[in-house]
C-alpha cells in the first residue's frame, strides 16, 4: 500500500489577478492528521476547497489516493469527507433525516446513531441542527463528513469560534477519527491546536508554502537558532487555567 | 442508474420534509388561494340591479320603436340595441352580462312578434323580467287599443319565451383559473428563488457541492418536490370550487391538470433563475416581484385582459402566466381539447425552455 494519499502538485489558484495559492506542491501520508496554518488570507481555503472539488484549478493537480481532482472529481468525491469553514445544513431537517439524505446521495447504508456517537451527540439525534450548540455544529459537521466512510477527510477551522472546552472536545473526536485510519487535513489558526493534534504542520502565507514539518521538529529547530521566549516558560498557561476552573471534563452540553 | 435513483429519491422526499415542515410555506401555498378566491367570490355574488336585455330590430317599424321606448323608459332594465343577432346570442349562452334577448319581429303591419330568450339557471331571475316584459306588453296593447278605439283588443304584440340552456358561466368561472395559474406562479418563482438563495447563503448548497450528486439531479428533485406541492395545492382548489363554489368544469380534468403541471414547471424554471442570479434573498424579492406583479394585474387573473387597451394587450399576451391562464379557462370554460390549446401550449413551452437555460446558465453552489 502506498504510504502517500495525497499528492499536490504545483497547484495554483488564481482570482483574476489576484493569486490566491501559488503554485504549491506536498504530500501527506496516509493516517496522518496534517494541519495547515496561516493567518487569513493565507489561501488555506482556497487550497482546501480545490483538493475538495469544490472551487476550480487554475493550474497544477492534486491527486488524492491515485485520484486527479482535476479529471476524476466525483470519484475522488466518493472518498473524502468534508467539514466547511461555515456550513448551513436544511434547517427543516433533524440530524438522523439529514444524515440519511447524504447516505443517500452517496448511496451508502448507515448507521444513523453510530455515527452521531462518534461526536457524542447520540441525544440530539431527533433536533434541528439550529438548535445546537456552535460545539455541537461542528461536531454535527464533521459527523456528517463521516457518512460516506471516507479515506480523507477535509476539516476547515473546525474549532473556530468555540470556547476552550468544546475546542478541546473537538480534539477529542478528531483523534478518535483517525484512530479508524482515516487521514485528516485540517485548517487552524490556533497554535496550541496544531501543536497538540497535528504529526505535521504547513505553514503558509500570501499564498506560498513557508514551512513543512513535525511541529516539535518546528520548534527545536526555531530554539537551535538562537531564539528565546522573552519570558520563562510557564508549565501552564491562562486557558489551562480556565480549563482547571471551569471543570476538567468536557461538559456535556458543549 | 440506480445510484441516480437513490439520490434522486433521498433529495426529493428530503424537500418534500422540508417544504411541509415549514408551516408559514404551507399555509400560504394551501389557504392563501383560497382566501383569495373567498373575496372574489363575494364580490361576484354581489347582483345587478337591473336586467340586462338586448334587443334586436328586424325591421325598425313604428311599433317596434315605440314599444323598445316604453321598455327604455321604465327604468327597470337596462336595454341594449344589438344590431348582430350571432353575437347576442352568444353573449347570452357565455354569460356575458346579458339577461334577456328579444327579437323582435314584425308579423304585418299591426303586429308585432317578440320573442324572449333567457336562461333559467340564471341566477339574477329573468324569469321575473319576463313576467314585467309582459305586463308591458298588455299595457301597449291597451294604448294602442285607445288610440285608435277599436272594439276589439289587438294583439298587437305577443311575447313568447323561449328558456335556453347556457352554460351558465359566472365570474367564479373565470376567477377559479386565474387564482389557480396565479398561485402556481408565486409557488414557483418565489419558493424555489427564495429557497435556493437561502441554500446558497447558508452554504447548504455547497457542502452538498462537496458530495457526489449531480447539479441536474439535485434540480430535478427540488423541481419535482414543488410540482407536488403545487399539485396538491391545485387539486384542493379545484375540489373546493367545484363542491362549494358552483365552478364548472367543460373540458378534460386531465388536461387542465396536464397544462397546470407544464404551468408548474415553467414557473419553477422562472424561480430557479431569479435564484442564480440573486445572491441572496434581499436580491431575490425584488427581482421575483418584478416578475409576477405585471403578470398578476395583466395576464387575466382577476379580470380579463381583454379589457385592457391594444397596446398593452399586444404585449401581454406573450407572458407566460397569460398563456397559462388561457389555457385553463379555455378548457374549464369552453371544453378546449390539447388541438385548440396548441398556441398556448407552444408558448408555455418556450418558456419553460428559457428559463430552464438561463437557470442552468446563472447556477452558481454559493
Redesign the interface.
Known amino acids: 500500500m502506498n504510504d502517500i494519499i495525497i499528492s499536490v502538485n504545483d497547484i495554483t489558484k488564481k482570482y483574476g489577478s489576484f493569486t490566491a495559492v501559488n503554485g504549491i506542491s506536498f504530500n501527506v501520508k496516509r493516517g496522518e492528521i496534517f494541519g495547515i496554518l496561516g493567518p487569513n488570507g493565507a489561501g488555506k481555503t482556497s487550497l482546501l476547497e480545490m483538493m475538495e472539488g469544490l472551487r476550480s484549478i487554475t493550474a497544477g493537480d492534486a491527486l488524492i489516493d491515485g485520484l486527479s481532482v482535476k479529471h476524476s472529481v466525483n470519484k475522488v468525491k466518493r472518498i473524502i469527507g468534508i467539514q466547511l469553514q461555515s456550513t448551513g445544513f436544511f434547517e427543516e431537517l433533524n440530524l438522523i433525516e439529514l444524515l440519511n439524505l447524504y447516505a443517500g446521495l452517496y448511496d451508502v447504508k448507515i448507521n444513523p446513531m453510530e455515527l452521531l456517537h462518534e461526536v457524542e451527540l447520540e441525544d440530539k439525534a431527533k433536533s434541528q441542527v439550529r438548535k445546537l450548540s456552535g460545539g455541537q455544529q461542528q461536531r454535527f459537521a464533521i459527523c456528517l463528513s463521516l457518512a460516506n466512510t471516507p479515506k480523507v477527510i477535509f476539516l476547515d477551522e473546525p474549532t473556530t469560534g468555540l470556547d476552550p472546552q468544546a475546542r478541546r472536545h473537538v480534539w477529542g473526536i478528531i483523534k478518535n477519527i483517525r484512530e479508524k485510519g482515516m487521514t485528516i487535513i485540517f485548517t487552524t489558526h490556533y497554535m496550541e491546536e496544531a501543536e497538540n493534534l497535528c504529526d505535521r504542520v504547513m505553514i503558509m502565507d500570501h499564498g506560498d508554502v513557508i514551512k513543512t514539518g513535525k511541529p516539535v521538529e518546528l520548534i527545536e529547530n526555531l530554539i537551535s537558532s538562537g531564539f528565546k521566549k522573552e519570558q520563562p516558560v510557564l508549565s501552564a498557561n491562562l486557558e489551562d487555567v480556565f480549563i482547571s476552573l471551569t471543570g476538567h471534563n468536557i461538559r456535556e452540553d458543549i | 442508474m ?2 441516480l435513483l ?2 434522486f ?3 426529493t422526499s ?1 424537500s418534500l ?3 411541509f ?2 408551516k408559514t410555506a404551507v399555509f400560504f401555498t394551501m389557504f392563501f388561494p383560497l382566501i383569495f378566491i373567498g373575496i372574489f367570490a363575494l364580490i361576484s355574488n354581489k347582483q345587478s340591479a337591473k336586467l340586462n336585455i338586448d334587443v334586436i330590430y328586424n325591421s325598425k317599424s313604428q311599433i317596434e320603436s315605440e314599444f323598445v321606448n316604453v321598455l327604455k323608459n321604465s327604468n327597470i332594465f337596462n336595454i341594449t340595441v344589438s344590431n348582430n343577432y350571432n353575437t347576442s346570442y352568444t353573449n347570452l349562452v357565455n354569460n356575458n352580462n346579458e339577461d334577456i334577448l328579444l327579437n323582435i319581429t314584425q308579423s304585418n303591419n299591426s303586429k308585432i312578434n317578440v320573442l324572449a330568450m333567457y336562461d333559467q339557471l340564471n341566477s339574477d331571475s329573468p324569469q321575473t323580467g319576463i313576467s314585467i316584459l309582459n305586463s308591458f306588453a298588455n299595457s301597449f296593447n291597451n294604448t294602442v287599443f285607445e288610440e285608435i278605439n277599436r272594439t276589439t283588443i289587438p294583439q298587437t304584440v305577443t311575447v313568447n319565451t323561449q328558456s335556453i340552456q347556457t352554460k351558465n358561466l359566472k365570474y367564479i368561472d373565470f376567477i377559479i383559473p386565474g387564482i389557480m395559474g396565479f398561485s402556481l406562479m408565486q409557488l414557483g418563482l418565489f419558493s424555489v428563488a427564495f429557497a435556493f438563495t ?2 446558497k ?4 448548497l ?8 449531480n447539479l441536474y439531479l439535485f434540480i430535478i428533485a427540488q423541481s419535482i418536490s414543488r410540482i407536488i406541492v403545487g399539485f396538491l395545492q391545485e387539486l384542493i382548489i379545484v375540489l373546493l370550487a367545484l363542491d362549494f363554489l358552483g365552478f364548472h368544469m367543460y373540458g378534460n380534468i386531465f388536461l387542465y391538470f396536464l397544462v397546470l403541471i407544464l404551468g408548474s414547471i415553467v414557473f419553477i424554471g422562472i424561480g430557479l433563475a431569479v435564484a442564480g442570479y440573486a445572491k441572496d434573498e434581499n436580491q431575490a424579492a425584488p427581482i421575483a416581484n418584478l416578475i409576477s406583479l405585471p403578470m398578476m394585474f395583466f395576464s387575466g387573473v382577476f379580470f380579463s385582459s381583454s379589457l385592457l387597451p391594444s397596446y398593452i394587450r399586444n404585449i401581454v399576451q406573450f407572458l407566460p402566466l397569460t398563456f397559462l391562464n388561457n389555457a385553463l379557462r379555455d378548457i374549464a370554460n369552453k371544453g378546449a381539447t390539447l388541438g385548440q390549446i396548441r398556441t398556448d401550449l407552444l408558448g408555455l413551452l418556450c418558456w419553460g425552455v428559457i428559463a430552464i437555460v438561463i437557470a442552468v446558465r446563472l447556477f452558481k ?1 454559493e
Open positions: 440506480q445510484r437513490i439520490q429519491i433521498s433529495l428530503a420534509k422540508m417544504y415542515r415549514n437561502t441554500m447563503k447558508t452554504g447548504a455547497k457542502r452538498l457541492h462537496a458530495t457526489p450528486v453552489w
